[in-house]
């Protein structure tokens, strides 16, 4: 639909940014913290671009002041951040470790301090080690216990402030990096076990919003997927029914699951034919039931466009990008179900992330279609490399570029009937790219921190930050 005016952005409306515990924070092993899965996986060599660590990350523990002192400079409406599991309980469970609680203490009420909403993720992928090693962490029902625990410790610690929540980050990005790919911890293969550890995570996902109500009754919560929207590579009905596998398998499996508490029937049968179906257990599909979200949290980089792939002879795993050389990427697939393609229409990253505004719209409309839930989009970005210019200055016009295409489509979804409540641009500064390096820049705020020797860390405020600071000042007027 073309429109011929288009709606404004709603008046509250939360103009944000995001960040996640291990790529800011630092302070690794400091004030009692504890070991998490990704402080051990980055030591195993040639798992990450460099042998990057978060270790320091860009020293957001110490550094929160002057961060959210941009942030109010700014003029941010909302700050999406993580807490770190191991921060408040070293081993997982058990004491509280005070002096972790402290500190999203002092950062929400520094956050509160200056009128930005805080967006609290309660798991953004760092699971405490000792979870890990003591019962396999997501392997076991023993998650859903021991994450309750602790998202109950925050809610009754920090609910009288912190409105906004989100459960779990990206369940089918750190699921299928850890247990298909190898490529996040715990590093493993099985496909089998995948979907188990994927049940076990909605249910823990449920039952922290089951919870959530007795703690929080007037607050809001909902899980933040990464989605990627199934594109056709052709009209050929074959292709098209190849989309429609990716979708129903790479997105409704799990969108349906928080929303509706099912699985999706192709996707069961499919996992059926395949003796891949999770173990069920008695009393699941009712504590699904209770863990109903507020609203869809969605995390849009990108669309991905599939065509058809033999059973007999078909493409499998592909290879990601990660060292920023552009065409380095191959195509992935599942033999029988679809595979990828690259999208002629549209132009990709140094690190060969299709750039697809209308994407966006189209993930939105379709979420509202399906689910009629509110949305609050969790992260978006541009990831690219960043040159400091004389004098501290960085143009970095393709990130305001990227932006501002992706908010006209945003108001396009707005003005087609989209209940959107806040926009969380990934990132406000920069930060460590999981398997990226420093070099993958998103931030506002280029910090000076790189993968080899050691930086001053220092803040500069790129060209875009003053933009975005327009356009909050505007509530989007100004795009
Ligand atoms: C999402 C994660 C973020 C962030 C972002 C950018 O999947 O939730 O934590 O890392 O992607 O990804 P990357 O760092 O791989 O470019």
Known sequence: MIHQTLKCFPKDFLWGAASAAYQVEGAWDKDGKGMSNWDQFVRIPGKTYKGTTGDMAVDHYHRYQEDVKLMAEMGLKAYRFSVAWTR????????????????????????????????????????????????????????????????????????????????????????????????????????KLFY?????????????IKEFRKYVPNGKIGPSFAYSPAYAASSNPIDILAAENAEELNNHWWMDIYASGKYPKMAWSYLEEKGLTPIIEKGDFELLLEGMPDFMGVNYYQSTTFESNPLEGGIGAGKMNTTGEKGTSKDSGIPGLFKTIANPNVERTNWDWNIDPQGLRIALRRITSRYDLPVLISENGLGEYDQVDQGDVINDDYRIEYLRSHMIAIQEAISDGVDLFGYCVWSFTDLLSWLNGFQKRYGFVYVNQHEEGDHDLRRIKKKSFFWYKGVIDSNGEKL
């Open 88 to 191: 408040v309980f070293p081993n997982g469970r058990g004491e509280i470790n005070e002096k972790g609680m402290e500190f999203y203490d002092h950062l929400i009420n520094e956050l509160i301090k200056n009128g930005i909403e805080p967006i609290l993720t309660l798991y953004h992928w760092d699971l405490p080690q000792s979870l890990q090693e003591e019962y396999g962490g997501w392997e076991s029902r023993r998650i859903i216990e021991d994450f309750t625990n602790y998202s109950v410790e925050l809610f009754k610690r920090f609910g009288d402030r912190v409105k906004y929540w989100v459960s779990l980050n990206e369940q089918n990005i750190f699921t299928s990096h850890g247990y298909l790919h190898a490529t996040h911890p715990p590093g493993m293969k099985d496909e």
């Open 196 to 208: 188990q550890v994927n049940h076990h995570a909605n249910l823990a996902n449920a039952s922290v």
